[in-house]
């Protein structure tokens, strides 16, 4: 019966497993499994499930290690090129090849070999259904398009080809490409991109005024020169040889930055990630890149960790330094009635400016702020975290305590105490380091369901648990692992009822006794009414049958780490 399910109804489930992961976790892949096992169901569920599959075909493995997948993809979509087109390519270079050598007859005979083009009939129009890109390095490095040219070049006779026709191949495949794409809503660049040939293809106007990237939803900018394979840098552009076609270094370079070169053509985005800025130059047209969008929801700025530690080495010698961030962290509040996530990443905040602060202040509407990282978020922001009062996540990850100013943080909890449902707080703890915050927490937490707190002491998480009366998730380093099995049984009568799981990190459940845990259970579970289901803790090489046992007992899963 399933497989007669109306178009509409299908459509509406496939969809479900692309929109349940984040395309802006650009550190991960999205899983393809599920909708490439639809295809296979039927014709019906086929016709219906591949336009899914391959609207963002290149985020189904932009991380892998192994690029037989990517290339893979390659061949399905050179199957899209009129073959009339590749025919007339190995034509081209046949008779180039001809004119150099003396032996004709010979060389054509050989060469008759590339005309014996298996077969490339597609259902699909492959490229017609891309709506997200991701221009990788993998299109232009000519050492990997010469070691996997037998899975994208296996219709055509690869081990004849040169290394020049196989660059001339690809590159005439990524102009196809970029030409015909149409409607993209993710577009992303994961190195410092310089070639004007490409965005010029993608930013073409038709007749109306409109580009490809009219329609724009999500833009991502890695500015790193940094490659897969530092070796053989796509935009080493310093080799003069003329006979040197290895890379795609004869390509027209952009004429300034690439935030320029899109200003005009990319307005409507929702989401704006970048990488590193490099020059005061780039944070000016980053800048204005951001003040021209109309409806800018979510930002990410990041910065490489360890230019983050140069730039604070920087500081102790040249005081008087630009902070490339002033200028672009000023912009923001042009989308102030928009704005909801803000993301900073390896940022130094040391050197705002009140116009910054301002700035930020005036961002009245954010919902989810995530500070990873960072370094110097002094007292000077504490009337920015005064503003924050529609917070729903908050998320802080640092290395060190001293990163971050204490009133801040509590000045952010209490702004947002009514609106909090995630809160995250983790960096290493040393000793009583931050007490002042653990004691100066809401009496109420109203609407807070997961919480994750640094190594803490028993007294301290108490009183945070008091003010939780929605808790359902739980996340903690109990202090002093002298006393756990003790902390362990006090805790027990302080759990909200709402809470389904705990994870104990840096814990073995092995430390804990049969009875200490049996106990814990009883007076939290039976005693004290917690909705407990599942307790999580590091033990790597499993759990004891008679701890999974007991946890049993009381409808509760042990979950190793």
């Not at 709506?131 to 690869?158: A, C, H, T």
């Not at 690809?170 to 970029?178: G, I």
């Not at 947002?416 to 927490?441: A, C, D, H, P």
């Amino acid at each position: 019966m399933a497989s007669f399910l109306l178009s509409e109804c299908l459509e509406k489930i496939f969809l479900n497993f692309i929109k349940e992961h984040s395309f802006n976790d650009i550190g991960s892949n999205i899983p393809s499994k599920e909708l490439f096992s639809c295809t296979l169901v039927s014709r019906h569920w086929c016709r219906i499930s591949t336009p899914l599959l391959y609207s963002y075909p290149f985020h189904h493995f932009r991380h892998k290690t192994s690029y037989n997948s990517f290339y893979k993809l390659i061949r399905t979509l050179l199957c899209c090129v009129p073959q009339t087109e590749i025919i007339q390519l190995l034509k081209n270079n046949n008779n180039n090849n001809n004119n150099n050598n003396n032996n004709n007859n010979n060389n054509n005979n050989n060469n008759n070999q590339f005309y014996k083009i298996k077969s490339n009939n597609t259902v699909f129009n492959y490229i017609s259904l891309i709506r997200g890109l991701i221009v990788d390095e993998l299109m232009f490095k000519s050492q990997y398009l010469i070691i996997y040219k037998e899975i994208w070049l296996s219709s055509y006779n690869p081990r004849m080809m040169s290394t020049d026709l196989i660059i001339k191949i690809m590159n005439y495949f990524v102009k196809f490409l970029c030409k015909n794409l149409n409607n993209l809503t993710i577009l992303e660049f994961p190195f410092t991109m310089k070639n004007n040939d490409i965005i010029e293809l993608l930013t073409i106007k038709d007749c109306n005024g409109k580009s490809k990237l009219s329609d724009l939803k999500e833009l991502y900018y890695i500015n790193s020169y940094i490659s897969r394979d530092s070796n053989n840098n796509i935009n080493n552009n310093n080799n003069n040889n003329n006979n040197n076609n290895n890379n795609l270094n004869n390509e027209i370079l952009l004429p300034k930055s690439l935030y320029f070169t899109l200003t005009n053509t990319i307005c409507n985005l929702n989401l704006l990630y970048n990488k590193r800025i490099k020059t005061i130059e780039e944070a000016n047209y980053l800048s204005q890149f951001i003040s021209i969008q109309k409806n800018l929801k979510h930002i990410i700025l990041s910065e490489n960790r360890y230019d983050l530690l140069f730039y604070s080495l920087d500081r102790l010698f040249y005081s008087n330094s630009d902070n490339k961030y002033n200028i672009v962290l000023s912009s923001l509040s042009t989308q102030s009635e928009s704005l909801q996530i803000l993301e900073f990443k390896n940022l130094y905040f040391g050197d705002i400016n009140t116009n910054v602060i301002k700035s930020l202040s005036l961002l009245k509407n954010i919902r989810i702020l995530k500070l990873y990282k960072c370094r110097k978020i002094n007292d000077n922001l504490h009337s920015w975290a005064k503003n924050l009062s529609k917070l729903e996540i908050f998320e802080l990850v640092e290395r060190y305590y001293t990163n971050i100013s204490e009133d801040f943080l509590i000045q952010l909890i209490h702004s947002s105490s009514n609106t909090l449902i995630k809160l995250v707080i983790n960096y290493e703890r040393v000793e009583k380091q931050g007490i002042r915050l653990f004691q100066n927490f809401p009496t109420f937490l109203i609407s807070l369901k997961y919480l994750e707190l640094p190594k803490i002491f028993l007294n301290e998480l108490i009183f945070i648990l008091k003010s939780c009366i929605k808790l359902n998730f739980l996340s903690i380093i109990l202090s002093n692992d002298d006393l756990f099995e003790e902390n362990l049984k006090n805790l027990a009568n302080f759990l909200p009822k709402t809470l389904k799981r705990i994870r104990f990190r840096e814990t073995n459940c092995s430390i804990i006794s049969i009875n200490s845990l049996n106990y814990f259970l009883f007076e939290s579970i039976l005693n004290s009414g917690c909705n407990l289901k599942y307790l999580e803790f590091n033990d790597s090489n499993g759990f004891d049958q008679d701890y999974i046992n007991l946890t049993k007992h009381y409808g509760v899963e042990l979950v190793k780490i």
